[in-house]
């Protein structure tokens, strides 16, 4: 067994994080990787793709992740989805494919509202590839073959599915409110995901933001015999009111963390649903949420280098309002780590005691071979 961890990617304002679990089960959420990060002379755009295809497991040559979970349909979400990810019967997968360095996705996490009709015609394209290869394991398990339970053609939907076209879906839906322990056909002993949402009346709603569709997930990782040692909130782009509803239905446990992932690239739609200029007093809700933290805790902004510039996301008053939270050193921007000329993956391992920041190097095979600067070691905590 090794360490656990988790790795945020420098893809500007966007979101590419990868999970590892003790067992080196691979779990991407979202990805922005634009054909800019596959030259290697644009050294501020970092190589994702080159990266997951490396460390990813292998068979036959072939590299796979257990899961992809699409937070949202957006395209600073899904961008490179099809340049990157295998779609398609993985029985077809060829020497076209491996040449390109394809990732089979073994399971397919995403929620029910990308197949509303009223969303397919607002799709990007990025979007509309994935949004058929969902169709095509959606319809191979409705179809019961027996193929349907085979890594490339799994898939789990997050939320509340509705009628119609999605009947017969129960058995891999998992509502707000449920855990998930189960990935890519194996149960977790020391992992785990508690679902916040997305709610039912956001997926359901024609007029609903996409935003607040995002699937909100609480990963759970336990180490060394420490329940819950670690504890990872990932919203993709989940505004103020969606984290209102999180706070009010949800237990003290399933509400704090040692990780938050600033939702919608440290945009100020999570401290409020008005814009900064007509409000800039941030929601009691919001706060209460970002009180959740246990000591150690870090905030990692996937955006732009903050600039009050006028362009944003990111929002200065956002980043002000995180950095009050957990202080200016662990509140960490993708594309500023450690500069932003060359920026590197931000690596935090697992531990009994809590967050390590890693120090290791990146993989020699790639152009960059630069230390990530070393973070504070763990910090010992209290519980109870």
Not at 143 to 171: A, C, F, H
Not at 268 to 290: C, I, Q, T
Not at 299 to 323: L, M
């Amino acid at each position: 067994m090794g360490e656990a961890s988790i790795t945020y990617f420098p893809v500007r304002n966007g979101d590419t994080s990868r999970i590892r679990l003790s067992d080196g089960t691979d779990i991407v959420v979202d990805c922005n990787i634009t054909e800019e990060s596959r030259d290697h002379s644009v050294k501020e755009r970092y190589d994702v793709h080159a990266h997951l295809a490396e460390e990813a497991r292998k068979e036959n040559g072939v590299p796979h992740v257990d899961a992809f979970i699409l937070t949202h349909p957006d395209t600073d979400h899904c961008r490179g989805f099809k340049d990157t990810f295998y779609a398609g019967d993985p029985a077809q997968y060829g020497d076209e494919a491996k040449k390109n360095g394809l990732i089979i996705i073994d399971e397919l996490w995403f929620t029910p509202r990308i197949f509303s009709p009223h969303e397919e015609g607002k799709l990007a394209p990025s979007a509309k590839v994935f949004l058929k290869e969902a169709r095509r394991r959606r319809s191979l398990y409705l179809s019961g073959s027996l193929k349907r339970d085979k890594p490339g053609n799994r898939l789990r939907i997050v939320g509340y599915t509705g009628s119609g076209e999605n009947e017969g879906l129960e058995g891999i839906v998992t509502i707000p409110g449920k855990t998930i322990s189960k990935i890519n056909g194996k149960t977790k002993q020391d992992f785990s995901f508690f679902v916040h949402a997305p709610f039912k009346k956001n997926t359901d709603s024609e007029d609903g933001e996409r935003n607040d569709t995002s699937v909100v997930l609480q990963a759970r990782f336990d180490v060394g015999g420490e329940w819950h040692a670690c504890l990872a909130f990932f919203g993709g782009d989940a505004g103020c009111a969606v984290w209102r509803d999180v706070l009010d239905r949800s237990e003290n446990e399933s509400l704090r963390w040692d990780l938050f992932l600033a939702p919608h690239h440290v945009s100020w739609g999570f401290f409020s649903e008005e814009r900064h200029e007509d409000n800039p007093e941030p929601s009691e809700s919001s706060l209460a949420v970002l009180g959740k933290r246990r000591a150690g805790a870090v905030v990692v902004g996937s955006c732009k280098p903050i600039k009050d510039d006028g362009d944003n996301p990111p929002n200065p008053a956002a980043a002000e309002q995180y950095e009050g939270a957990v202080g200016d050193s662990n509140f960490l921007v993708t594309s500023e780590i450690p500069d932003e000329d060359e920026p590197l993956p931000l690596v935090f391992i697992m531990s009994k005691r809590g967050l390590v920041r890693d120090s290791s190097p990146t993989s020699p095979s790639r152009r960059r071979t630069t230390r990530v600067t070393t973070g504070a070691a763990a910090t010992v905590r209290t519980y109870g």
